[in-house]
């Protein structure tokens, strides 16, 4: 078993930082591929960035791709998402998610272990 915690989220303003933390616990941390999602009320849940297990390897959907950046930190358990020129069609909860097995994959069910989310907003 992998328990994630979220943490980072908040109102920001258009143009705006933030970085988001996901503490996990439990089994090797280090063994699992990492992503982040979101999702707006009335959406489904959809992919945002993924890191491989030893950070080597990152995968970013198109609307993030130059402003995010997804890292992991193993010997703290974290994997972090940092979210730069942020855009009020950014604002959803953001989830964190483990996944078992090869590759960096952008499908939802193709993940584990969930968080429980944090939520960003951002204002225009």
Known sequence: QVQLVESGG?????GGS?????????RAFSWYAMGWFRQ??????EF????????????YADSVRGRFTISR?????????????????DTAVYY???RIGYGLLRGPSEYDYWGQGTQVAVSS
């Open 48 to 59: 945002v960035a993924a890191i491989w297990w030893s950070g080597g390897s990152t995968i």
């Open 40 to 45: 707006s009320p009335g959406k489904e849940r």
């Open 18 to 26: 933030l970085r988001l933390s996901c503490a996990a616990s439990g």
């Open 96 to 98: 964190c998610a483990a």
């Open 73 to 89: 930190d193993n010997a703290k358990n974290t994997v972090y998402l940092q979210m730069n020129s942020l855009k009020p069609e």
């Open 10 to 14: 908040r109102l920001v303003e258009a």
